[in-house]
C-alpha cells in the first residue's frame, strides 16, 4: 500500500461547490503539507502542519482553508469552489528533520 | 515570485550523454533539495544539499551548491531513456518571524522537462 494516498484522485465540480480534499500517510511523520501545481508554475504551498495542534499558511493559502484531524490525516478545503483553482494537488508528509518529502499522487481538480 | 528557477525550462538529450540543469534562488538557505516527477505523477525526492555543502552525489547524480552565486546544479550521468521527467529543485528556509516567533518557508522552482532519446 502506498505511504501516502489521496482521495479522491479526480474530480469534476462545479463554481461555487464546497469541495474537500483528503489525505491520509502511513509512514508516522508529522510534518504535513498540501500543494497545488499548476503549468508552468512549479509547486506552491497552500498550508502546512508541523503537528495536531500547528497550521501554518503558506504561499498561497487564500480561497483554502485545512484541518489536522490526526497525525495521519490532513485535508484541504475549497469553501466555495472557483474556474481558477482547476490544478493538480500533492500533498506531502516529512519527519521532523524535514529533509525529505513523500508526495501523494495527487488529485486532479477541475472546477468549470 | 518563485524563490527557485530552474534552468534550462527544456532539455533533450542522447541516451548515454550527461544532463545538467540549473537552479537559482533569491534569498538565503538552509538546504535545498531535487525532487523528479513523471508526467503528472508525485515528485520523488532525489538528492539534498546544506548551505554548508559544496557538492554531493548518489549514484548517478551530481548536485552543486554555490551560496555566493544562489545556485544549485543537478548532473545526471550517462542519462537512460528513464530518466526522462520533470526535476524541480526545493529550497527550505527557517527564519525568525516578528513576536519571537519562528517561519518555514518551502519553495519549488518551475522545473526543467528532460527528455532522454533512446
Known amino acids: 500500500d502506498a505511504d501516502v494516498t489521496q482521495t479522491p484522485r479526480n474530480r469534476i465540480t462545479k463554481t461555487g461547490k464546497r469541495i474537500m480534499l483528503e489525505c491520509s500517510q502511513t509512514k508516522g511523520h508529522d510534518r504535513m503539507y498540501w500543494y497545488r501545481q499548476d503549468p508552468g508554475l512549479g509547486l506552491r504551498l497552500i498550508y502546512y502542519?508541523?503537528?495536531?495542534?500547528?497550521?501554518n499558511k503558506g504561499e498561497i493559502s487564500d480561497g483554502y482553508s485545512v484541518s489536522r484531524q490526526a497525525q495521519a490525516k490532513f485535508s484541504l478545503s475549497l469553501e466555495s469552489a472557483i474556474p481558477n483553482q482547476t490544478a493538480l494537488y500533492f500533498c506531502a508528509t516529512s519527519d521532523l528533520s524535514a529533509n525529505e518529502q513523500f508526495f501523494g499522487p495527487g488529485t486532479r481538480l477541475t472546477v468549470l | 515570485s518563485q524563490q527557485g528557477e530552474e534552468d534550462p525550462q527544456a532539455l533533450s538529450i542522447q541516451e548515454g550523454e550527461n544532463a545538467t540543469m540549473n537552479c537559482s534562488y533569491k534569498?538565503?538557505?538552509?538546504?535545498l533539495q531535487w525532487y523528479r516527477q513523471n508526467s503528472g505523477r508525485g515528485l520523488v525526492h532525489l538528492i539534498l544539499?546544506?548551505?554548508?555543502?559544496r557538492e554531493k552525489h548518489s549514484g548517478r547524480l551530481r548536485v552543486t551548491l554555490d551560496t555566493s552565486k544562489k545556485s544549485s546544479s543537478l548532473l545526471i550521468t550517462a542519462s537512460r531513456a528513464a530518466d526522462t521527467a520533470s526535476y524541480f529543485c526545493q529550497t527550505a528556509s527557517y527564519f525568525c518571524a516578528n513576536r519571537g516567533g519562528s517561519n518555514y518557508k518551502l519553495t519549488f522552482g518551475k522545473g526543467t522537462l528532460l527528455t532522454v532519446n533512446p
Open positions: 534569498t538565503s538557505i538552509n538546504n
Open positions: 502542519s508541523f503537528d495536531v495542534k500547528d497550521i
Open positions: 544539499i546544506r548551505s554548508n555543502e
